[in-house]
């Protein structure tokens, strides 16, 4: 039996709105974050239980107040937010679709998605100010209340009266390209332990920003658009001084490639146990991600050693292909050695004890690519200084600025890409002090 889709009308009853809410069968988790949950709760308080009984004024009101503020809040119109929350909403559709072909999916579940989307086109043609004549009904209030309005920044392609179901192919080209839930919200993620913690704001560097390194960014990015074309992709090592723009770069490729489905994942070096658990979460996306480690060296017997081995040399499990691991460290060997650790003739000590201190050398090589930064020269300081300066527009002769800078490296941190920025950064404070 086929049901008929609904067709796109608005709403003529605030029961007319709840019912179609309540008759969601996929897409109820648009409503499960704070607008929702208000929306949900003012549309109850307007629909009551019983047609005898009615709401109380106030508590109307104050439904509404909670509503319109935590859409204040969030700074975009009604109608943004269910498109927003329609668009990255992660249910058995969206998520299946990202890899299933659409005429594979079951016919019930196409369908569904279809009835969902009609009926959330329904309440997106509700505009505030009909739900706020409703309240002011119900209410019977002489207060003189506000719709919110701001203009809409989103739209569905949906030409003249049609109806949203109709379109399902523009909804899963854009699952496919930005993905759903929180992979479509950050493109930058924390790993704690269990749990994937989204990044709001993330370092806003960019490849453009960084000089001085070109042959390790060009090997990096061309070694990072092989993960994102689904060719093989090497785990990288990134060897080098401090300060020397090893973590900028990393975080770079984030910024250059993320609208092709790139994401990045920091893990802190003490949650490298669980490191296998997030390969594994991992590899069910279709994402491609980037396990970022900054900083990374090992004690002996240190059981994260064991962890990280597994992922870079697998095990039983294949190696997932979207997932590569990027790591920086000051260390070229990783494992601390110490001279004690190499075996004498005449020490009763372990018979092949040289294999393990080859094994702890060449735990490095099991990266596929390691890049060298070496510590930057004057000449290779001086650039960063220059390049970082034109960008912020900084108003020295080039004689001044040089002896400036040498000055600063002399009298901090030393020549690097960092002691540049921080020296730049400083000018920036001084000449906007200076400044009329």
């Given at each position: 039996?086929?049901?008929?889709?609904?067709?796109?009308?608005?709403?003529?009853?605030?029961?007319?709105?709840?019912?179609?809410?309540?008759?969601?069968?996929?897409?109820?988790?648009?409503?499960?974050?704070?607008?929702?949950?208000?929306?949900?709760?003012?549309?109850?308080?307007?629909?009551?239980?019983?047609?005898?009984?009615?709401?109380?004024?106030?508590?109307?009101?104050?439904?509404?107040?909670?509503?319109?503020?935590?859409?204040?809040?969030?700074?975009?119109?009604?109608?943004?937010?269910?498109?927003?929350?329609?668009?990255?909403?992660?249910?058995?559709?969206?998520?299946?679709?990202?890899?299933?072909?659409?005429?594979?999916?079951?016919?019930?579940?196409?369908?569904?998605?279809?009835?969902?989307?009609?009926?959330?086109?329904?309440?997106?043609?509700?505009?505030?100010?009909?739900?706020?004549?409703?309240?002011?009904?119900?209410?019977?209030?002489?207060?003189?209340?506000?719709?919110?309005?701001?203009?809409?920044?989103?739209?569905?392609?949906?030409?003249?009266?049609?109806?949203?179901?109709?379109?399902?192919?523009?909804?899963?080209?854009?699952?496919?390209?930005?993905?759903?839930?929180?992979?479509?919200?950050?493109?930058?993620?924390?790993?704690?332990?269990?749990?994937?913690?989204?990044?709001?704001?993330?370092?806003?560097?960019?490849?453009?920003?960084?000089?001085?390194?070109?042959?390790?960014?060009?090997?990096?990015?061309?070694?990072?658009?092989?993960?994102?074309?689904?060719?093989?992709?090497?785990?990288?090592?990134?060897?080098?001084?401090?300060?020397?723009?090893?973590?900028?770069?990393?975080?770079?490729?984030?910024?250059?490639?993320?609208?092709?489905?790139?994401?990045?994942?920091?893990?802190?070096?003490?949650?490298?146990?669980?490191?296998?658990?997030?390969?594994?979460?991992?590899?069910?996306?279709?994402?491609?991600?980037?396990?970022?480690v900054d900083d990374l060296s090992f004690e002996e017997e240190d059981e994260r050693f064991k962890s990280l081995k597994v992922v870079l040399e697998g095990d039983l499990v294949a190696r997932p292909a979207n997932v590569v691991i990027y790591a920086t460290s000051n260390r070229r060997h990783l494992i601390r050695e110490f001279f004690g650790d190499r075996p004498s003739p005449q020490d009763a000590d372990e018979v092949q004890a040289w294999d393990t201190v080859q094994e702890k050398l060449?735990?490095?090589?099991?990266?596929?690519?390691?890049?060298?930064?070496?510590?930057?020269?004057?000449?290779?300081?001086?650039?960063?200084?220059?390049?970082?300066?034109?960008?912020?527009?900084?108003?020295?002769?080039?004689?001044?600025?040089?002896?400036?800078?040498?000055?600063?490296?002399?009298?901090?941190?030393?020549?690097?890409?960092?002691?540049?920025?921080?020296?730049?950064?400083?000018?920036?404070?001084?000449?906007?002090?200076?400044?009329?």
């Amino acid at each position: 039996m086929t049901v008929p889709y609904p067709t796109p009308l608005l709403a003529t009853s605030s029961k007319a709105l709840y019912h179609q809410v309540s008759s969601l069968l996929l897409y109820q988790g648009i409503f499960d974050n704070p607008i929702g949950e208000a929306f949900l709760d003012l549309l109850r308080c307007l629909h009551h239980n019983g047609t005898n009984q009615k709401p109380e004024a106030t508590v109307c009101l104050q439904a509404y107040g909670v509503w319109f503020r935590h859409l204040a809040e969030a700074g975009q119109s009604w109608q943004d937010f269910l498109l927003d929350r329609l668009l990255e909403d992660e249910n058995p559709f969206s998520v299946r679709v990202q890899r299933e072909e659409l005429a594979q999916l079951p016919t019930s579940l196409q369908d569904a998605a279809r009835h969902d989307l009609n009926l959330i086109q329904m309440v997106y043609q509700c505009p505030p100010e009909q739900i706020l004549q409703w309240v002011i009904i119900a209410s019977q209030t002489p207060v003189a209340l506000k719709a919110w309005q701001v203009p809409n920044q989103l739209e569905f392609p949906a030409e003249g009266g049609q109806n949203w179901g109709e379109n399902l192919a523009y909804l899963v080209a854009h699952y496919r390209q930005k993905g759903v839930g929180a992979v479509a919200h950050y493109r930058a993620f924390r790993w704690r332990g269990k749990n994937l913690q989204g990044v709001p704001q993330i370092d806003g560097v960019r490849l453009a920003d960084l000089v001085g390194y070109d042959d390790p960014q060009k090997i990096l990015c061309q070694n990072t658009q092989c993960l994102l074309q689904g060719l093989p992709a090497l785990n990288v090592l990134l060897y080098g001084s401090r300060g020397s723009g090893k973590s900028s770069l990393v975080k770079a490729l984030v910024n250059q490639y993320g609208d092709r489905g790139l994401r990045l994942v920091e893990v802190s070096p003490r949650d490298l146990i669980t490191l296998p658990l997030l390969v594994g979460k991992l590899r069910t996306y279709p994402q491609k991600f980037i396990i970022f480690v900054d900083d990374l060296s090992f004690e002996e017997e240190d059981e994260r050693f064991k962890s990280l081995k597994v992922v870079l040399e697998g095990d039983l499990v294949a190696r997932p292909a979207n997932v590569v691991i990027y790591a920086t460290s000051n260390r070229r060997h990783l494992i601390r050695e110490f001279f004690g650790d190499r075996p004498s003739p005449q020490d009763a000590d372990e018979v092949q004890a040289w294999d393990t201190v080859q094994e702890k050398l060449s735990f490095s090589d099991r990266f596929g690519l390691t890049l060298t930064f070496p510590p930057a020269n004057q000449d290779t300081y001086l650039m960063i200084v220059h390049h970082l300066a034109k960008q912020a527009q900084i108003n020295l002769s080039e004689t001044e600025l040089d002896f400036r800078a040498k000055q600063w490296a002399t009298r901090h941190n030393g020549r690097s890409g960092r002691t540049a920025r921080q020296f730049v950064d400083y000018l920036i404070g001084e000449q906007g002090l200076t400044s009329p």
